[in-house]
């Protein structure tokens, strides 16, 4: 019953209005980033001393902005297995594994921002300990993007 719906929703004029969509969400996102790459700069070249968590709030805005899907993308898939009968939405969900491994990424991210704003504001951090999440991140999403290219979870299947 979803990948009849699944089909359905492949109309040309949806597509097209999801293009657009992601075009803009991407547009706002490289606008947010290049906000914190000028504070960035500013706060490295003049010398300042403003807070880092301060000066991270453009990445912090992004954080949002990428959890949100990832967010609904888990209540959807409780739903849908909650109630395999009821159709909740027109696109199937995407695999648990898939969204774990979202999460887990989202997540290592928000961990590297905190430990890097709390070791330039004066937190007694080893470098070794601040550069683990980014670490367990990247072997996360070279699994992920292995286990997804190779075949063994098919997204949207």
Same mark, same amino acid.
């Given at each position: 019953?979803?990948?009849?719906?699944?089909?359905?929703?492949?109309?040309?004029?949806r597509?097209?209005?999801?293009?657009?969509?992601n075009?803009?969400?991407?547009?706002?996102?490289?606008?947010?980033q290049?906000?914190?790459?000028?504070?960035?700069?500013?706060?490295?070249?003049?010398?300042?001393?403003w807070?880092?968590?301060?000066?991270?709030? @453009?990445? !912090?805005i992004?954080?949002?902005? $990428?959890?949100i899907?990832?967010?609904?993308?888990?209540?959807? =898939?409780? %739903? /849908?297995?909650?109630?395999?009968?009821?159709t909740?939405?027109?696109?199937?969900?995407?695999?648990?594994?898939?969204?774990?491994a979202n999460?887990?990424?989202?997540?290592?991210?928000i961990?590297?921002?905190?430990?890097i704003?709390?070791?330039h504001?004066?937190?007694?951090?080893?470098?070794?300990?601040?550069?683990? @999440?980014? !670490?367990?991140?990247?072997?996360g $999403?070279?699994?992920?993007?292995s286990?997804?290219?190779?075949? =063994?979870? %098919? /997204?949207?299947?």
């Open positions: 019953r979803i990948q009849i719906l699944f089909e359905m929703s492949l109309d040309p004029e597509h097209q209005r999801r293009k657009m969509k075009r803009a969400c991407a547009a706002h996102i490289i606008f947010i290049l906000i914190f790459l000028i504070l960035f700069c500013v706060e490295i070249d003049k010398n300042r001393n807070n880092w968590f301060v000066l991270f709030t @453009p990445l !912090w992004t954080d949002v902005l $990428l959890m899907p990832v967010i609904y993308e888990t209540v959807l =898939v409780v %739903r /849908v297995r909650r109630n395999p009968d009821q909740v939405t027109l696109e199937p969900p995407k695999p648990i594994p898939a969204i774990i999460l887990i990424l989202v997540s290592c991210k961990a590297a921002e905190i430990l704003c709390s070791r504001e004066g937190a007694q951090i080893n470098t070794y300990f601040m550069y683990i @999440p980014i !670490w367990v991140g990247l072997i $999403l070279l699994i992920s993007s286990i997804l290219s190779f075949g =063994v979870i %098919r /997204v949207g299947r």
